[in-house]
């Protein structure tokens, strides 16, 4: 156990070494990892926790996104001060995705809804130009800090990491409270979890504003990294990219989330040059997935090393 | 005023009419049991209690208040618990996550107090996880307290679902079918279980079940439900008596 | 005056209605089926016309053996597909079947993308365009064709249901499996056999599309959001659902995307997909209602 605890502080001290010998791209591939951590842990929280069908994660990325990108470009806000601002709209998002939840709406009936969802809110990008700047893009100025403008990769890696490991240790609590073993219980019997007087509706709209939450800080944190932002970069491809991530990486588990946005990350490095390889690989990939190691690489991990076990998602 | 009132109880499915005019009343400290043939109403009239079906008519009252039109969490809340006939536990919690996922409303602290592990916050799991490790300890199953639910036999599983029941010592227990399956010595276990927190709690509990010298045993009071009416009440020893009853579904 | 419009945009919704009752039906006798829903099925539906494009301009088949072609390989796909992919997880979780069909449907994007790479492909059409003109309706040669195909199509496995044994054995596998395996129905093969035919109907919307649409890896996306419009507006799982749902559609989408707004031509499924789940679940015709907790 505290073995578990301390790797949340050692591995991203580790992580600091490589990033002194990186060069630029390399440390953007790392940065761009990060970004997808926040997208797996907050994604994790509603599927693999709660145990929903919900198919809303790219909404929450894209309005994070945008939000940071319209108030930093409309308000001309630094950057540092629209992630808050990001992360409660995809929080609010959240709550939206969340309605039909609470009105019963379960299975794969959420997952067409939640879809919808995410697409009526791409079609929302491209429509309001001044605002999104449509499908020609959002191009945001470089990303600052306190006055401190980042420019360079590097400058950048501090300020995800930090989000990052404050985010995971953070998540990592609310999954080991009783919230965590709450969203448990729904996800296992919801009926059950009800008669312990557990209130279910306010834990699905917990789970799913905290979802938002985190993936819309992602989602400013991706503003930042690519300096522009169009509609396509949160469609169906990307859902299916974010799925992924915890698919592959293990659902439920925050150490899977970490696993899968690195595979993710650095699997279309592997195949840049082949457009179409990439998409293929992915899909082969994931149906081994559900076939062969349906709990995905952390439970292998976890049977190699306690280390990777985290409390609340067991692999047996 | 008796714990739980059930007066004028009707429950319709469209055409169907699944429980009529049932009526009847549970007090503190004793046991009824709730038998019938097959279809007879009793699972639609136990789960009307529990809040997952809705009254076409009648009321149910727990402790002066009406229930009938809360939700199954807000009862609970109020001190009504219940076990499942399929189990309806987490499989993938511990036997003790299961527990303090009984104890979950007992166990509040802020949303603050979670993410900076306030010393409250610290306190309150500390004390529910030691109430949970007695309380299994209690029923003989401490040393399977730490494994998934799953992973449990049947006989241990069923004392999970019953302790977590328990575990917020509630004023009405509901219990469905929890003898089903069992072998005879973990049955006289259970039996031995509920007759002492009855008598030594003053919980009342309310089951459904269909192995007869089980209930016999158990029950203060018996009721007879067929084709969704109440066919009869009384002790044991009255109903083993009662004609109606004997060609309802007894058979002899 | 706006009202003179009328006619036109029932026809030409109608027309596109057909397309699209079309692909939700491809849907729906797979979900009848094995209760799973295919995530991926929009991506099967562009494979159809990419695969005719290629047997057509690749192995320079004539037009119609190479639709047959294309039908008979996507009829072949599906059936590997139920048996090999998703009759081993049926009973597992449900995000494992939704991810499943996904991650296939994804991969034959790549296949798609791998074969043409960045060209926008136009299939090669059996007929030229034509129009016609009814009173001061315009009507197509490509929409009298969707209507016509799909009142044949349904006409005939019409008639396949009630008349063949196939059909009442599909019937009988409808209503429930297992009571069909318990009468030694070999549930697994018919499965195999309804996912090729849904397959194979999908690839045949898609060969329609095709005439309509230039070829897009991505389209699959669009595709597969109007079945589920359909499918939810017309009761999930219910068959004549399914064809009314498309229809009303697309009619709904040319009558909103000129009575109110242009933009209604693009979101009208997202629309109704929400409104329809919100209000009344189980749609016009279906059975399924929510969870009450």
């Not at chain 2, 009721?223 to 020893?237: D, F, R, W």
């Given at each position: 156990m505290k073995l578990t605890r301390s790797v949340f502080w050692i591995a991203p001290m580790l992580a600091l070494i490589p990033h002194l010998l990186l060069n630029e791209y390399y440390q953007y591939l790392v940065n761009l990892t990060l970004v997808y951590v926040l997208v797996g842990v907050g994604f994790n929280i509603v599927v693999g926790n709660l145990g929903q069908l919900a198919f809303s994660n790219v909404?929450?990325?894209?309005?994070?996104?945008?939000?940071?990108?319209?108030?930093?470009?409309?308000?001309?806000m630094p950057w540092w001060m629209t992630i808050i601002?990001?992360?409660?709209?995809?929080?609010?998002?959240?709550?939206?995705?969340?309605?039909?939840?609470?009105?019963?709406?379960?299975?794969?009936?959420?997952?067409?809804?939640?879809?919808?969802?995410?697409?009526?809110?791409?079609?929302?990008?491209?429509?309001?130009?001044?605002?999104?700047?449509?499908?020609?893009?959002?191009?945001?100025?470089?990303?600052?800090?306190?006055?401190?403008?980042?420019?360079?990769?590097?400058?950048?890696?501090?300020?995800?990491?930090?989000i990052v490991v404050v985010v995971v240790i953070f998540t990592n609590r609310i999954l080991e409270s009783r919230i965590g073993r709450a969203f448990?219980?729904?996800?296992?019997?919801?009926?059950?979890?009800?008669?312990?007087?557990?209130?279910?509706?306010?834990?699905?709209?917990?789970?799913?504003?905290?979802?938002?939450?985190?993936?819309?800080?992602?989602g400013a944190m991706y503003t930042a990294l690519v300096g522009h932002l169009s509609p396509e970069a949160f469609d169906l491809v990307q859902l299916i990219q974010?799925?992924?991530?915890?698919?592959?990486?293990?659902?439920?588990?925050?150490?899977?989330?970490?696993?899968?946005?690195?595979?993710?990350?650095?699997?279309?490095?592997?195949?840049?040059?082949?457009?179409?390889?990439?998409?293929?690989?992915?899909?082969?990939?994931?149906?081994?997935?559900?076939?062969?190691?349906?709990?995905?690489?952390?439970?292998?991990?976890?049977?190699?090393?306690?280390?990777?076990?985290?409390?609340?998602?067991?692999d047996d | 005023m008796a714990l739980l009132e059930v007066a004028g109880a009707t429950v319709r499915f469209g055409g169907l009419t699944a429980v009529k005019e049932v009526a009847f009343e549970v007090e503190a400290g004793t046991v009824r049991a709730l038998i019938?043939?097959?279809?007879?109403?009793?699972?639609?009239?136990?789960?009307?209690?529990?809040?997952?079906?809705?009254?076409?008519?009648g009321s149910i009252r727990f402790q002066g208040a009406a229930i009938h039109d809360l939700t199954p969490h807000e009862i609970a809340a109020r001190g009504v618990r219940r076990t499942f006939q399929n189990g309806g536990l987490f499989g993938d919690l511990t036997a003790l996550e299961n527990?303090?996922?009984?104890?979950?409303?007992?166990?509040?602290?802020?949303?603050?107090?979670?993410?900076?592990?306030?010393?409250?916050?610290?306190?309150?799991?500390?004390?529910?996880?030691?109430?949970?490790?007695?309380?299994?300890?209690?029923?003989?199953?401490?040393?399977?307290?730490?494994?998934?639910?799953?992973?449990?036999?049947?006989?241990?599983?069923?004392?999970?679902?019953?302790?977590?029941?328990?575990?917020?010592?509630?004023?009405?227990?509901?219990?469905?079918?929890?003898?089903?399956?069992?072998?005879?010595?973990?049955?006289?276990?259970?039996?031995?279980?509920?007759?002492?927190?009855?008598?030594?709690?003053?919980?009342?509990?309310?089951?459904?079940?269909?192995?007869?010298?089980?209930?016999?045993?158990?029950?203060?009071?018996?009721?007879?439900?067929?084709?969704?009416?109440?066919?009869?009440?009384?002790?044991?020893?009255?109903?083993?008596?009662?004609?109606?009853?004997?060609?309802?579904?007894?058979?002899? | 005056m706006m009202l003179a419009l009328l006619p036109q945009l029932l026809v030409s919704g109608i027309a596109i209605g057909m397309l699209y009752a079309l692909i939700a039906l491809s849907m729906t006798i797979l979900y009848r089926a094995t209760t799973v829903v295919n995530f991926g099925h929009g991506d099967i539906v562009m494979v159809g016309a990419y695969l005719l494009t290629i047997f057509v301009v690749n192995a320079t088949l004539p037009f119609l053996p190479a639709l047959l072609a294309s039908l008979a390989v996507l009829f072949v796909f599906g059936y590997l597909l139920h048996r090999v992919f998703i009759w081993p997880i049926l009973e597992g979780?449900?995000?494992?079947?939704?991810?499943?069909?996904?991650?296939?449907g994804y991969a034959l994007r790549g296949l798609m993308r791998l074969e043409y790479g960045q060209e926008s492909v136009r299939m090669p059409r059996p007929f030229p365009e034509k129009v016609f003109f009814i009173h001061d309706v315009v009507i197509t040669l490509d929409e009298v064709v969707f209507c016509v195909v799909v009142i044949v199509l349904l006409l005939s496995s019409y008639l396949v249901f009630s008349r063949t044994r196939f059909g009442r054995i599909v019937q009988a596998m409808f209503q429930t499996q297992r009571g069909a395996s318990l009468v030694g129905i070999d549930v697994r093969l018919?499965?195999?056999?309804?996912?090729?035919?849904g397959c194979a109907l999908g690839a045949l919307g898609g060969v329609l599309l095709g005439l309509i649409l230039v070829l897009d890896p991505d389209a699959g996306a669009w595709t597969l959001l109007r079945g589920f419009a359909a499918m939810t507006l017309g009761g999930f799982g219910s068959l004549h659902g399914a064809v009314v749902g498309g229809l009303l559609i697309g009619i709904l989408e040319k009558l909103l995307g000129t009575y109110v707004s242009t933009a209604f031509i693009d979101i009208t499924c997202y629309i109704v997909i929400i409104v329809v789940l919100l209000v009344r679940p189980r749609g016009l015709f279906g059975q399924h209602a929510t969870l009450r907790i």
């Open positions: 909404a929450f990325f894209g309005i994070g996104a945008y939000a940071s990108g319209i108030l930093t470009t409309q308000l001309s601002p990001a992360g409660l709209a995809g929080a609010l998002a959240g709550c939206a995705a969340s309605i039909p939840a609470l009105r019963g709406v379960r299975l794969f009936y959420l997952a067409i809804m939640t879809l919808a969802f995410g697409e009526l809110m791409r079609w929302s990008y491209i429509r309001t130009p001044s605002l999104t700047g449509g499908s020609m893009g959002l191009s945001v100025p470089a990303p600052e800090l306190f006055g401190w403008v980042m420019e360079r990769e590097h400058d950048k890696f501090y300020v995800f990491l930090f448990q219980a729904i996800k296992n019997d919801e009926k059950a979890a009800a008669a312990m007087a557990i209130p279910t509706s306010r834990y699905f709209l917990l789970a799913f504003a905290l979802s938002g939450f985190i993936v819309g800080v992602g974010q799925f992924a991530i915890i698919m592959v990486g293990g659902l439920g588990s925050l150490v899977g989330s970490v696993l899968g946005a690195v595979l993710i990350t650095a699997t279309p490095e592997l195949f840049r040059d082949w457009p179409g390889f990439e998409e293929l690989m992915f899909g082969v990939v994931i149906v081994l997935v559900i076939l062969l190691l349906p709990r995905g690489l952390s439970s292998l991990l976890a049977r190699a090393h306690s280390v990777f076990k985290d409390r609340y998602y067991r | 019938g043939p097959n279809g007879a109403g009793k699972t639609t009239l136990f789960r009307a209690i529990a809040g997952e079906e809705r009254l076409s008519g527990i303090l996922a009984g104890l979950h409303m007992r166990t509040r602290s802020s949303l603050w107090g979670l993410l900076v592990n306030s010393r409250r916050a610290v306190q309150a799991e500390r004390e529910a996880t030691r109430k949970a490790r007695q309380l299994l300890g209690m029923m003989g199953i401490g040393h399977v307290a730490d494994q998934p639910a799953r992973d449990l036999s049947g006989g241990q599983q069923r004392m999970v679902e019953i302790v977590r029941a328990l575990a917020t010592d509630p004023p009405l227990l509901l219990l469905d079918e929890p003898a089903v399956g069992l072998a005879p010595p973990v049955r006289t276990e259970l039996l031995g279980i509920i007759r002492r927190v009855v008598e030594q709690q003053g919980i009342a509990v309310l089951l459904i079940e269909h192995a007869i010298e089980f209930v016999m045993t158990v029950s203060d009071t018996i009721m007879v439900l067929n084709n969704g009416e109440l066919i009869a009440q009384g002790t044991p020893a009255q109903v083993r008596e009662n004609r109606e009853v004997l060609e309802a579904y007894l058979g002899r | 979780p449900h995000l494992s079947l939704a991810m499943m069909a996904i991650a296939i018919y499965n195999n056999l309804i996912w090729g035919a």
